[in-house]
């Protein structure tokens, strides 16, 4: 498992093991939740993304490494570690365009270059013992110095703070839908203006 390459959307979905989600929507009632409770979660959700082997044996301190590194990462983005953050409060961040909160974030998972079989180039490669997370620590590390980071965001919804990859052209985007925290935050804001 150890060249195994990922995108940024199997670190959203890491990110998003953590659901802070507190609204209702079309009759749904969200309730935060953690789906990293456990080493069988874990290794099941390493296991789903191909991550990791069937049957590979996890230990507590893995599981722990994994929090730590989700936790991290989220606050890298709540402290606008991705250079166009939105502050916990849903405001506007001023960002940390030259890096240090992720750099900081990816601190305790050891970096180093190692020579890719396909492309005959040099990539950054992880080492940390911990299986399945070096593919996440990879990526991160090699969108942050690619740019591509910079389009990883929280939604800027109080009440949802899901993590999102920004499609929109200008990369300006604040909530993780325009249907649900999109909509839901211009109607509360419309309707505030129409109150006051």
């Known amino acids: ?9 199997v670190v959203e979905q890491f990110l998003n093991t953590l659901d802070r989600r507190t609204f209702s929507w ?18 099941a959700w390493l296991e789903k993304r191909g991550l990791a082997t069937a049957g590979l044996e996890l230990r507590p301190s893995d599981l722990a490494a994994a929090v730590a590194l989700r936790g991290a990462l989220r606050e890298a983005l709540t402290d606008g570690g991705n250079g166009y953050g939105y502050g ?16 900081q974030a990816l601190a305790a998972f050891p970096l180093r270059l190692a020579p890719d079989p396909t492309s005959g180039r040099l990539r950054i490669a992880a080492a940390s013992g911990v299986a399945g997370l ?20 929280l939604c800027s919804s109080a009440d949802c703070r899901r993590a999102f990859y920004d499609t929109s052209r200008n990369g300006g985007g604040r909530w993780c839908t325009m249907k649900a925290c999109g909509n839901r935050n211009k109607t509360r804001a419309y309707r505030s203006r129409q109150a006051g």
């Open 88 to 103: 916990e409060g849903g405001g506007y961040g001023e960002g940390d365009s030259d890096g240090t909160a992720v750099a």
């Open 134 to 153: 070096d593919a996440i620590v990879e990526t991160v590390a090699s969108s942050v110095a690619g740019g591509g980071w910079n389009r990883m965001k």
């Open 26 to 43: 079309h009759g749904e009632n969200f309730v935060p939740s953690d789906a990293l409770t456990s080493v069988e979660d874990l290794s």
């Open 1 to 9: 498992m150890d060249d195994v390459v990922v995108d940024l959307g």
